[in-house]
């Protein structure tokens, strides 16, 4: 077990990085240590993170370290929890096992483990950056700790049968909406498991608390302050829609080059095998106490726990696959494949003691084990030298995936990018530093089809007191500046806290946020605001040849009447507006309609859907047809 966690941390810190995404948290952890919330832009609230946990426990870490960069922070934390989780994966599998092979002499050889840390995008998302690494040690603890609560009833002296393992169980698993959204499915689960198998209502009341208090909490705040019931991620990216076709492409993708149907083969006849031997038959110890029901009897037994966790990655990878996948090659479904390898992990293989193991385990199934054994090893030495999606790795082709580590080594020119420095390495990152000094008086930044150089639409003087946009010059003599682009972690890293960065699919932008997702867009990517809103949405010129040719002047003024629309005027408020009692309030209670709340990507068709007048437009309407002579 030591060798495989050794292994997995070589492999890891060999493909060490930080993604862009990964750097998005640090901007919001960079406002947390300034005093100005956890926010991505100052004077915004938008929950830029997915996960909640992640973020403080990077808030938490920044403070700690002190001068210590925040990336390489993340590069710690991430390798560190990536590798607890391995460790407390093969632990809990192991303890599974342990009942069975009292008094026997066995091995416990890697499998399941094995499979996992073979997989090149493992190795990839152990140190992104991104909350890949808290997951797995979020799960490999739950493991853990669900296989001792299922074998407690039966175990003399156990501490899993007292109150206080009880309520820290209850707390894990109530977590998991804290770690990822998605998460409550196998959280939620665990914590039902536990009220049927409750002998009292004292016991359901601590685990109801236990694992209730935080999540609601939190969960309150953030309808109160960020006005939504989801976070913000899962606004934009539409979570609760569906792209099955898309998701079966993603699936096709992570399998494809690595054949995983050979492994799932392998680890299932293992698992069958050591089912039918009697390596894993469960042994008590001493009789279930009085008092246990039936129903408590089934559902708090290693087989109960076994065929929960298998199923919960199911259903994950079934939850993803239907949501359309990532863009990101293998990421979305490393945590339920971590999930469904947890019960083979490590395996038993009983070793020759004379005439009992020939009796009780049998040559040829101890035989045909190590054989499989032997078989998932030989796969996993071919699977952790494949060459991944090869040609087609760094390529945005038609369905969208890329190799993400291997994609912005080659686009920076590092094989290792780390730190935000690192992404300077990016044409574009040179040149939006470039253009805030060469625009003292602020200006809006647009991406040009040059990557060298970036479009400017300047700011109109004397700035208005604006939300969002600094309403006086800064201490530097510098005026506001807005960039609009995708990559938010890069340029939120590179640029200062009163630079404002805005993107056109929702993840920090709120107008984005709401909305429709495109059916046909990139998965994770697929909404798409026009430029146009962003000028109409700030103190920026409106007009002529101020502008960049490809905006329309008729639009721009359409998108700044359309958000005069009440409705929409009201949510933006709702993470615009001073924050205050009588804000938290409202914001309580209108998240139910502010998350569903959605407004037309095209400026008059938003118009029409208020019921506002269109604009008079400032050029005749193009037709095609020629104009009508005198």
């Not at 390489?72 to 096992?97: C, D, E, K, Q, T």
């Not at 080059?257 to 390596?279: N, Q, R």
């Not at 494949?386 to 995936?401: E, L, P």
């Amino acid at each position: 077990m030591a060798v495989v966690v050794l292994l997995f941390g070589i492999g890891a810190w060999r493909r060490r990085w930080i993604s862009d995404d990964g750097l998005i948290v640090l901007r919001t952890v960079r406002n947390l240590l300034a005093g100005n919330g956890p926010v991505f832009n100052v004077g915004e609230r938008v929950e830029a993170n997915t996960s909640t946990a992640w973020t403080y426990l990077m808030y938490l870490g920044s403070w700690l370290g002190g001068p210590v960069r925040m990336e390489y922070v993340a590069l710690a934390l991430a390798l560190a929890l990536s590798l607890a989780g391995v460790a407390m994966l093969m632990l809990g599998a192991a303890r599974l096992y342990a009942p069975g092979l009292q008094g026997r002499r066995a091995l416990l050889l890697p499998a399941g483990a094995l499979v996992y840390i073979a997989l090149p995008p493992a190795r990839d998302f152990a140190t992104s950056g991104l909350e890949a690494g808290l997951v797995l040690a979020y799960l490999g603890l739950l493991w853990w700790m669900l296989v001792c609560w299922s074998q407690a009833l039966r175990m003399p002296r156990s501490r899993a049968r007292g109150a206080w393992f009880t309520g820290c169980l209850a707390f894990v698993a109530g977590c998991s909406v804290l770690v990822r959204p998605e998460l409550a499915l196998i959280g939620g689960g665990a914590l039902i498991m536990m009220l049927v198998a409750a002998r009292d209502w004292r016991s359901r009341t601590l685990i109801l608390v236990a694992g209730g208090a935080l999540p609601v909490a939190y969960q309150i705040f953030r309808m109160g302050y960020y006005g939504l019931l989801v976070p913000g991620t899962a606004l934009a990216k539409d979570a609760a829609g569906d792209k099955w076709s898309q998701g079966m492409i993603y699936l096709a993708n992570f399998n494809a080059p690595y054949a995983l149907w050979v492994p799932a083969v392998l680890l299932a006849a293992l698992g069958a095998a050591l089912w039918v031997g009697s390596a894993v038959r469960y042994r008590p110890r001493r009789p279930v106490p009085p008092g246990v029901g039936r129903w408590a009897r089934l559902v708090r037994s290693p087989g109960a726990v076994v065929c929960f966790f298998v199923f919960s990655g199911l259903l994950q990878a079934a939850y993803w696959v239907r949501q359309g996948g990532d863009f990101m090659h293998g990421r979305v479904l490393l945590a339920p494949l971590f999930c469904m390898l947890a019960p083979v992990a490590v395996i038993p293989v009983l070793l020759p003691d004379g005439a009992r193991f020939r009796r009780e385990a049998g040559l040829p199934l101890s035989g045909a084990v190590g054989l499989l054994w032997l078989a998932v090893a030989g796969w996993a030495l071919w699977a952790a030298n494949s060459h991944g999606m090869g040609d087609d790795a760094t390529r945005v082709t038609y369905s969208g995936i890329v190799d993400e580590r291997r994609f912005y080594s080659q686009a920076t020119g590092n094989a290792h990018p780390l730190t935000a420095a690192d992404y300077l390495g990016y044409p574009r990152m040179r040149a939006v530093l470039t253009t805030i000094a060469a625009t003292p008086d602020g200006a809006l930044l647009l991406p040009s089809g040059n990557y060298d150089q970036w479009d400017v639409v300047p700011v109109i003087l004397p700035v208005p007191p604006g939300i969002g946009v600094p309403a006086e010059p800064d201490p530097d003599g510098s005026g506001p500046h807005t960039v609009f682009f995708t990559n938010m972690g890069m340029l939120g890293m590179n640029t200062g806290l009163d630079v404002r960065v805005l993107d056109q699919i929702g993840l920090i932008n709120p107008i984005a946020a709401h909305t429709e997702r495109l059916e046909h867009g990139r998965i994770g990517h697929d909404k798409d605001l026009f430029r146009d809103w962003v000028v109409a949405d700030g103190p920026w010129v409106k007009w002529y040849p101020l502008i960049p040719g490809y905006l329309d002047q008729d639009w721009i003024a359409q998108a700044e009447a359309a958000l005069r629309c009440p409705d929409t005027a009201a949510v933006l408020g709702s993470v615009r507006a001073p924050m205050g009692p009588r804000r938290f309030l409202s914001n309580v209670l209108h998240s139910p309609s502010f998350t569903r709340y959605r407004i037309e990507r095209v400026p008059r068709d938003e118009l029409l859907r208020c019921g506002l007048a269109i604009p008079e437009p400032t050029k005749p309407v193009y037709t095609g047809m020629p104009p009508e002579l005198p």
